[in-house]
């Protein structure tokens, strides 16, 4: 199922940007360190104390937090000068992410390098337009649009599509019956799409549950799915406070300035238990007083 006639800036949940800027959009470090490798390894493995600045590397994954190098942009063809952390990912990374340096394409025409670092065209220290993470979300965008002049497009947002589905299945599947053959046989069916190749298959219910959440993490991001996602497996209280990273956006002068590479806290978010539900209106507790507020309300 698909809505038709959205702008992408209107359609995030909870609504972020509203009619400002597309900058107000951004991808945290968090979700830019969760898409695997090509190779289909997943780069971090962890944090050291829960600290996202220092993470576990996976040293088979052939991953980079360090250095630049020439790679042209699997669906552009564009040659960057791009910072490794970006290089050698899963073709979905190269969907939904625009980092510092990416070529814009709109109208059939090319905006090169796009420069988020703070005296850069897009950073703060030139502009008010500027994505606080040193990221954009890419997916959804027209490459046949002319965003400079003001024309930002709609777009057929998908409400309910066939990866979900499986998604869904799977999820159920493995709480109901782990280790039914059918878990593998979909959640393959998503991986390989998106370019990767099978989920390793001795994974106990635990592993598989938490293969499954990283899929739907990767496959439906900037779909509206992982707000209420994290509050029904009740982990948000894990995954939506604390420090947030992104690049360091208040500092660089180049694409290859390390300064603006540094993995740097944008915002501190505050997520309490009593999160988990809304809170009863007083005037509908006044109505019948057998009525309980909600814990922590």
Known sequence: RIASGYQWRIVTTPPSVGGTAYGGYGVTQKQ????????????????????????????????SESGFSKFKH?????????FKMYQNREPRFYVNVFWSGMTWHGANKKTANVQFYFNGN????????????GYLAHKFTNPSIDTSTGN??????????????????????????????DIETYLNKIRERGGLGPVQSDL??????????????????????????????????????GPFYGMNVDAGNSFTDEAFYEKTVFETRVFRPEFYLFPIPQSEINRDPQIVQNPGW
């Open 204 to 241: 106990n219910q635990s592993q598989m549950r938490e293969q499954i959440r990283l899929e739907r993490r990767i496959e439906l991001c900037f779909e509206q799915l992982r707000y209420f996602d994290t509050r029904r497996w009740l982990i948000a209280d894990q995954t939506d406070g």
């Open 122 to 133: 897009s950073g703060p220290g030139k502009s008010h337009n500027y994505p606080p993470t």
């Open 74 to 82: 699997p669906i552009y063809g564009d040659e960057l000068e791009t």
């Open 152 to 181: 930002y497009g709609y777009l057929d947002f998908p409400v309910f599509r066939y990866a979900e589905i499986l998604l869904n299945y799977v999820e159920a599947l493995n709480e109901y019956d782990p280790g039914n053959a």
């Open 32 to 63: 830019v360190d969760a898409f695997a490798m090509a190779n289909g390894r997943y780069p971090i493995t962890g944090y050291t104390d829960g600290d996202q600045a220092r993470p576990i590397i996976d040293p088979d994954a052939g991953y």
